[in-house]
């Protein structure tokens, strides 16, 4: 039975995507690579494709950070500060779950991303609920702002 990973998403078939991997042996974190190479302007966001999707069981999270060398090193943050993938998220019927980084480019500087620069990391977790959690039943059909639908 799989529990958790990462899957090429759907219309990156082909495209060389790497799947993530851990740098060392205890690092907590999966580094999560661009599908494209991009520039993004100073005071400019972008959306990031990776290129990837995340199955994880239904009572764990995907939070998505920015790595540290890109912060320091461009003046790069991430536009949610913390991005979150829910398990729901994965093979939903608008997007296939493809994981998008919002990267924001707060430095004076245009800086460059290249295709399969590593620009973020995913650290999975389990998440708690209340004793009176009533979830809705609806099925999730997008990511950025789908469940305010």
């Given at each position: 039975m799989r529990t958790r990973g990462f899957e090429i998403a759907l219309g990156y078939e082909g495209e060389s995507i790497n799947l993530p991997?851990?740098?060392?042996?205890?690092?907590?974190?999966?580094?999560?690579?661009?599908?494209?190479?991009?520039?993004?302007?100073?005071?400019?966001?972008?959306?990031?494709?990776?290129?990837?999707?995340?199955?994880?069981?239904?009572?764990?999270?995907?939070?998505?950070?920015?790595?540290?060398?890109?912060?320091?090193?461009?003046?790069?943050?991430?536009?949610?500060?913390?991005?979150?993938?829910?398990?729901?998220?994965?093979?939903?019927?608008?997007?296939?779950?493809?994981?998008?980084?919002?990267?924001?480019n707060f430095s004076n500087k245009v800086f460059i991303i290249n295709k399969d620069e590593k620009i973020a990391q995913g650290i999975f977790e389990k998440y708690l609920t209340t004793d009176i959690d009533k979830p809705n039943k609806d099925l999730r059909v997008g990511g950025f702002g789908s469940s305010n639908k």
């Amino acid at each position: 039975m799989r529990t958790r990973g990462f899957e090429i998403a759907l219309g990156y078939e082909g495209e060389s995507i790497n799947l993530p991997k851990r740098a060392t042996l205890y690092s907590a974190g999966y580094d999560i690579a661009s599908a494209i190479s991009t520039e993004i302007k100073p005071n400019e966001m972008k959306l990031i494709p990776t290129g990837l999707k995340a199955y994880m069981l239904k009572d764990e999270i995907l939070k998505i950070y920015i790595r540290s060398s890109l912060a320091v090193k461009k003046g790069a943050m991430l536009a949610n500060n913390v991005g979150i993938i829910d398990s729901d998220y994965y093979g939903n019927v608008k997007n296939d779950g493809h994981i998008l980084v919002p990267i924001y480019n707060f430095s004076n500087k245009v800086f460059i991303i290249n295709k399969d620069e590593k620009i973020a990391q995913g650290i999975f977790e389990k998440y708690l609920t209340t004793d009176i959690d009533k979830p809705n039943k609806d099925l999730r059909v997008g990511g950025f702002g789908s469940s305010n639908k």
